[in-house]
């Protein structure tokens, strides 16, 4: 089964509105954390922001936040204000267990186009 | 400073060659990872090293060898390339803590095998 479901193959979204990537995950295990990545078109992966399954407010960093519903196992990503440089894919991740021993388990990323 | 640094980007081999990527960090992580990205920008781990040991080998042929000479390094080796290895290889490096860390990355390694 998947781990890590990203149902957005593609997703397109004016400059300057805002948007929403869906993640939803699957664990039994009490102790995890939720990643984003961002892999522009040059190839680099770039960290965007993480949360804890113990985390009880929703992370933010700038203009990214992550929409954690802990109940529905999802784990969304927003981000505010798009720019250009937002396109992008972008990779949901976690990890399970106590430490960071485990590697992560990505989805099949999202592919962002912000239009002029 | 490049934190997690891999090399070369690009390697254009062909069939039945061996061929190496290196990759090191400067972070002072403890555990250190491969993932391949196919052709469909999947990401899949292949292994992963915690201070020189091997912890995850994932269903990899093994013509594929990591090899760890310190916790800064970790460096893969392909025996007799086949068409079907051309990828998008990732090394990736992480803190050991008990609070889960993110792995970062180094800029990919585009392996093409003709």
């Known amino acids: 089964a998947q781990k890590i479901t990203q149902t957005q193959p593609g997703m397109f979204v004016q400059e300057k509105e805002a948007v929403t990537l869906d993640c939803t995950y699957d664990?039994?295990?009490?102790?995890?954390?939720l990643f984003w990545y961002k892999q522009p078109s040059s190839g680099e992966m770039i960290f965007l922001i993480y949360q804890g399954s113990y985390d009880q407010q929703n992370a933010t960093e700038g203009r990214y936040s992550l929409n954690f519903q802990k109940a529905r196992k999802s784990a969304n990503l927003v981000i505010s204000a798009s720019q250009l440089g937002d396109s992008a894919m972008y990779f949901c991740a976690m990890r399970e267990g106590p430490t960071g021993r485990r590697a992560l388990t990505f989805g099949s990323g999202t592919r962002l186009q912000v239009q002029p | 400073d490049t934190a997690v640094s891999q090399t070369p980007k690009y390697l254009v081999t062909q069939m039945g060659n061996d061929k190496s990527i290196k990759c090191e960090q400067n972070l002072g992580h403890d555990t250190m990872y491969w993932y391949k990205q196919d052709s469909k920008k999947f990401l899949k781990i292949m292994f992963s090293?915690?201070?020189?040991?091997?912890?995850i080998n994932e269903t990899v042929p093994n013509r594929f060898s990591p090899k760890s000479p310190d916790k800064a390094h970790l460096n893969l080796h392909i025996n007799s390339l086949e068409l079907g290895d051309s990828a998008v290889y990732f090394c990736?490096?992480?803190?050991?803590?008990?609070?889960?860390?993110?792995?970062?990355f180094g800029q990919g390694t585009r392996l093409t095998v003709v």
């Open positions: 664990t039994s295990d009490p102790s995890y954390g």
């Open positions: 990736a490096s992480s803190q050991d803590l008990g609070r889960l860390g993110k792995a970062f």
């Open positions: 090293y915690n201070n020189k040991e091997l912890i």
